[in-house]
């Protein structure tokens, strides 16, 4: 019977910022391994189970439909407040439940950094599939809500596929940054939260953009679409509901989160070699 030996080199002088896509690829069996263990641990052991993904974006549709739809009465070109905000709030839920996992994803993982090679990366990746659970449960809502108030998507929903996809690199562009700053700066664990809260309220999940945009002076309108998200909730929204078309800024939101996604990969890959050292 013939064996076959597997050796793997690990050189030193490597480019510390070379990303080797193949590398990636190889552990892909620990990356599904990873997202299927988040998965059994998030939900193990608890009355409700997969019933709290359904929980947080419905407590938060319901708040803001009674805040926002009720009290503040917000524009929405006569489209029903909570099918507004449920495209808002969908996209949102997916992103700072990323955020979130992925900030501290590599101290939750510090002994197996300290005792196996591995690429880092992969443990802020895994957290993206996770999050599709979450996704696809605020997905379900939207769905219902479109039945119950009889609204048919537009059809710009073609295009959905492409804001899904740049929603997933936003979270992760945000996420790999906050995973690579914690590990050199424990006080980033204690940010992440309070960068979630408010970016609730900095993103047009309970307001439009347009709204913004016609009361706030031209650099105000240019600091709001710094924010990564502002462009996928505009999209989203356009995608479903139609109406206008996006701001002249929205290029702007999505150059930011491209900048922040290759700028947040080589920022971690500068910082991988000396992980398990400073974790």
Same mark, same amino acid.
């Given at each position: 019977m013939s064996k076959h030996v597997y050796k793997l080199t690990v050189d030193a002088s490597d480019p510390a910022l070379k990303l080797n896509l193949k590398e990636l690829f190889r552990y892909k069996d620990l990356f599904f391994v990873l &997202?299927?263990? $988040? @998965?059994?641990?998030? !939900?193990?052991? +608890?009355?409700?189970?997969? @019933?709290?993904?359904? *929980?947080?974006? &419905? +407590? %938060?549709?319901? =708040? #803001?439909s009674?805040?926002?739809?009720?009290?503040?009465?917000? $524009?929405t070109n006569g489209v029903p407040y909570p099918v507004f905000a449920i495209t808002g #709030?969908?996209?949102? +839920?997916?992103?700072?439940?990323? /955020?979130?996992?992925?900030? %501290?994803?590599l101290i939750g993982a510090q002994d197996m950094v300290k005792k196996i090679y591995f690429p880092r990366l992969v443990i802020p990746l895994s957290k993206a599939v996770v999050g599709l659970v979450d996704f696809g449960v605020a997905i /379900? =809502?939207?769905?219902?809500?479109?039945?119950? !108030?009889? #609204?048919?998507? +537009? &059809?710009? #929903?073609?295009?959905l596929p492409a804001f899904i996809i740049l929603l997933i690199i936003a979270a992760l562009a945000v996420g790999i940054w906050f995973s690579a700053l914690t590990i050199r700066f424990r006080d980033f664990q204690y940010v992440v939260p309070f960068l979630v809260q408010f970016g609730l309220y900095i993103t047009p999940i309970a307001y439009s953009s347009q709204t913004v945009s016609n009361n706030l002076p031209e650099w105000a309108s240019i600091l709001f679409y710094l924010n990564p998200m502002t462009s996928i909730v505009d999209g989203f929204r356009w995608c479903l509901l139609g109406g206008s078309v996006p701001s002249d800024y929205f290029?702007?939101?999505?150059?930011?989160?491209? *900048?922040?996604?290759?700028?947040?990969?080589? !920022?971690?890959k500068s910082l991988e070699k000396t992980m398990a050292d400073i974790i």
């Open positions: &997202a299927y263990r $988040d @998965l059994r641990v998030r !939900y193990a052991q +608890t009355f409700l189970g997969l @019933l709290w993904a359904f *929980i947080q974006p &419905a +407590t %938060t549709l319901l =708040i #803001i009674v805040v926002f739809g009720k009290l503040v009465n917000v $524009d #709030i969908s996209v949102w +839920t997916y992103f700072s439940f990323v /955020l979130s996992q992925s900030g %501290t994803s /379900l =809502i939207l769905i219902a809500l479109f039945f119950y !108030y009889g #609204i048919m998507p +537009t &059809a710009n #929903i073609i295009f290029w702007l939101s999505v150059a930011v989160i491209f *900048i922040l996604f290759v700028g947040g990969v080589y !920022y971690f």
